[in-house]
């Protein structure tokens, strides 16, 4: 960020300049929330909430364990589904409820692996976090 002194003058002592900003994450006002999240040294993913930080955790160490031992037709449907959230998230910050609700009710009926048991219980809790997706 830089401020070369041409800022906007509120009248009340403070100013505001910003000729750049680069990398990171910004929120302004009451309830502004940024939640940046490194995923690689090259790239940046901005979430639009902790609990899409949460998720987004949860869904890539589920997809973590699935590649884990022996893998299923349900495997490689389940890792499609977190595949596509992951990316969404990844991209905009967040999720339509649609890509949620089909991996929650994947999750529901997938009969999961022990090592794959904790992730699983992750993901399910972070997306019960989200208020766009009823329960």
Do not use: C, H, K
Request: glycine share 12%; hydrophobic share 40%; charged share 20%.
């Amino acid at each position: 960020m830089s401020d070369q002194g041409n800022g906007a003058n509120t009248g009340g002592g403070a100013s505001v300049s910003i000729n750049t900003i680069s990398g990171g994450s910004q929120a302004f006002g009451n309830e502004g929330i940024a939640v940046s999240s490194n995923v690689s040294a090259n790239s940046t993913t901005v979430v639009a909430s902790p609990q899409y930080a949460d998720l987004l955790a949860s869904v890539r160490r589920l997809r973590g364990d699935l590649e884990r031992g022996e893998r299923t037709a349900d495997d490689d449907v389940l890792d499609a589904e977190l595949a596509d959230v992951e990316g969404e998230i990844a991209r905009t910050g967040r999720s339509a409820s649609g890509p949620l609700a089909r991996v929650r009710d994947r999750l529901a009926e997938y009969a999961p692996a022990a090592t794959a048991a904790a992730s699983v219980t992750a993901v399910l809790q972070a997306l019960a976090q989200l208020p766009q997706l009823p329960g």
